[in-house]
Structure formats: structure tokens, C-alpha cells
């Protein structure tokens, strides 16, 4: 009996290991992701990019009150899949503004790889820019929106993309003048696995 059960174990872990492929589960692997790990003190500009080839999958961050309402940021990293290819072309996207709400994708069907944000003590508040790459001539389609990250301003923010896939293209935020903390809903979207000819969608 113990060693039918094994036989079945065997095969399905056999059919798991070829749903992945050789990717391997796309999400264990991440670069720079601890909880020492964090990209900027308080009160402090930082610039953040990926690896070549690699996109944002999960951003984590902590609110601290004392500290001018400002937050600490923390960023993992995954590589693009084979399919995609390596990005042909990668640049800073707008600012957007302290104390303002926001949406932005990345032009040019780009994907989200990597952040920079200056802030603001007047404000209490910091400006933002996409670091974006685009691979080939892909295009993006499905696209949808995460939930609100963090669920109420002031807590801690833990965004990990476990849907394989789905990229990171961009983000909406709103911003409470009152807690001086924002909300973040990230844009996410398949590629396509063929070229295409719009230039931004």
C-alpha cells in the first residue's frame, strides 16, 4: 500500500515539475528581498533598478510616522522568461508629483523594472518615476488592477505577484493629506508571445 501511494506521489510531482518547465516556480528566486534589505532610509532619495532582463514582482514597504510620515522601500526582482527575450530598449519614465494622486503605465509597452523617488519634507510626501523596459515588440493584453496596497495607510505594504505571467506595466496611487501616506494599486498584464504593431497600448 505505502508503495502505490509513493508511485502516485511520484507522477505527480513528474506532472508539476513539467508545468514549469525550465523556469523552475517562478517565484522563489528573487533578488534583493529581506527585511534588512530596504533601498532607502527615511526622509532619503533612492534610485532602484533590476538586473538586465529582470522585471519588479513584489515591492514591500514599512510607514513610520516619527520619520516624516515617509516609508522605507524594499524590491525583488525576477528574470523575464525565455519567450520574452532580453529588452531592447529601457528609460526613465515622467515624474510624478509629490502630494498628488496618480496613474501611470509605462509608455512604449514597457514593464516595470525598476523605481526612483525623491522626497518632499514640505509635503510630507515623494515623487515618483518607472524605470521601464520594453522587450522587442510585445504587446500588453488582460490587463487588471492588485487590490490597495496597503489596505489602510499607515500599515505595511507586501505586494508579491504570484500569477506567472502577469507583469508589472505601472501603477495608481492616491494620497491622504491627512494620514500623509498613499495607497497603491498596481498594473498588471500578460504579453503577448508575438510582435505587434502598436506602439503603446
Not at 501611470?104 to 518607472?130: K, M
Amino acid at each position: 500500500m505505502d508503495l502505490a501511494r509513493l508511485w502516485v506521489l511520484l507522477a505527480l510531482v513528474t506532472v508539476a515539475w513539467g508545468q514549469y518547465g525550465d523556469y523552475g516556480y517562478p517565484y522563489q528566486q528573487y533578488h534583493d528581498y529581506s527585511d534588512d534589505g530596504w533601498v532607502n532610509l527615511n526622509r532619503q532619495g533612492f534610485s532602484y533598478q533590476c538586473p538586465h532582463g529582470q522585471v519588479v514582482v513584489a515591492v514591500r514597504s514599512i510607514f513610520n510616522k516619527k520619520e516624516g510620515s515617509d516609508r522605507q522601500w524594499n524590491y525583488a526582482c525576477m528574470p523575464t522568461p525565455q519567450n520574452l527575450g532580453e529588452p531592447t530598449e529601457c528609460w526613465w519614465e515622467e515624474i510624478n508629483r509629490a502630494g498628488m494622486e496618480w496613474y501611470q503605465t509605462c509608455s512604449n509597452n514597457g514593464l516595470v523594472a525598476g523605481f526612483q523617488s525623491r522626497y518632499f519634507e514640505s509635503v510630507l510626501d515623494r515623487e515618483w518615476q518607472f524605470y521601464c523596459c520594453r522587450y522587442s515588440k510585445r504587446c500588453p493584453y488582460s490587463c487588471w488592477l492588485t487590490t490597495e496596497y496597503p489596505g489602510h495607510y499607515g500599515e505595511e505594504m507586501d505586494m508579491i505577484s504570484y500569477n506567472y505571467d502577469y507583469y508589472m506595466r505601472g501603477a495608481t496611487t492616491t494620497f491622504s493629506a491627512v494620514e500623509r501616506d498613499r495607497q497603491w494599486k498596481f498594473i498588471m498584464c500578460r504579453m503577448t508571445d508575438y510582435d505587434c504593431e502598436f506602439a503603446n497600448v
